[in-house]
């Protein structure tokens, strides 16, 4: 899971020593995976479910890869969590999981973690059919920004090399940022929505064309809202679930 980086919650520095980022999420120890989304939903104005490919892919590769980067990239303005794990767990896992389980539980799980292809098929179909995201949607990322309510924006990733994946989730983050002050989570997820809309994908289509990139460009509707049965925080906590299996952990 991404618990961003929150640049403006830095300890004082003192003469012994240097600062310390705080990060979110790990403030405290969670009995049960809702006591971890209400915590969410106090630190965070947007929020997102990475589904993947449900077969290996680029977008897979890139996510596993690079996972520090999206963690970078969405910081503190959207959660970002997937069923997909990175290759290597970093040591933030870990401190995430110590207030999370406590030393001794998070030592254990810590030599559980695994990434198991055949557990990251079945989770994707179950993330996706909890959603109502059709399977031709995959890969996808669920966007949401209050989790009281059951709307999502579906934004499809395209299957990219790793720079132009690099440039669209910068792109992403980018719009995602620019509505992170907004007090209303209803007028923040409209005015995202817009932002996600026709010619989001196609722009960044179009500037791969314009350095020799040749691709069939798909007519797909590249971002829609959908609206499922659970609640965006049932969802999460899903999601939430399911990352946590690749260190064998289960909460209520």
Not at 60 to 82: K, P
Not at 127 to 135: E, F, I
Request: include cysteine; proline fraction near 5%; charge should be negative.
């Amino acid at each position: 899971m991404s618990r961003g980086i929150d640049f403006n919650a830095l300890q004082p520095e003192d003469d012994d020593q240097k600062p310390v980022t705080v990060r979110h999420l790990v403030m405290g120890s969670f009995d049960d995976l809702k006591a971890l989304t209400d915590d969410a939903k106090k630190r965070y104005p947007f929020f997102g479910v990475l589904l993947p490919h449900a077969q290996a892919g680029k977008l897979n590769e890139y996510v596993q890869t690079y996972w520090q980067r999206l963690h970078t990239m969405s910081g503190s303005a959207c959660l970002i969590t997937t069923n997909l794990p990175p290759e290597q767990p970093d040591e933030e896992m870990r401190r995430f999981l110590v207030k999370l389980l406590g030393e001794q539980e998070a030592a254990k799980s810590w030599e559980r973690y695994h990434v198991d292809p055949k557990q990251v098929q079945d989770t994707t179909y179950e993330l996706a059919q909890s959603a109502n995201v059709d399977y031709n949607r995959l890969p996808c990322l669920a966007l949401m920004s209050d989790l009281d309510a059951r709307q999502k924006i579906v934004l499809r990733l395209p299957n990219w090399d790793a720079n132009d994946l690099t440039s669209f989730f910068e792109e992403l983050f980018t719009r995602v940022n620019h509505h992170r002050q907004e007090p209303d989570p209803a007028k923040r997820f409209a005015d995202l929505k817009a932002d996600l809309g026709v010619g989001f994908a196609t722009r960044l289509q179009a500037a791969r064309a314009a350095r020799g990139i040749r691709e069939t460009l798909a007519q797909v509707e590249w971002s829609e809202v959908i609206k499922s049965t659970l609640t965006n925080q049932e969802f999460l906590t899903t999601a939430f679930k399911l990352a946590l299996g690749a260190f064998g952990v289960q909460l209520a």
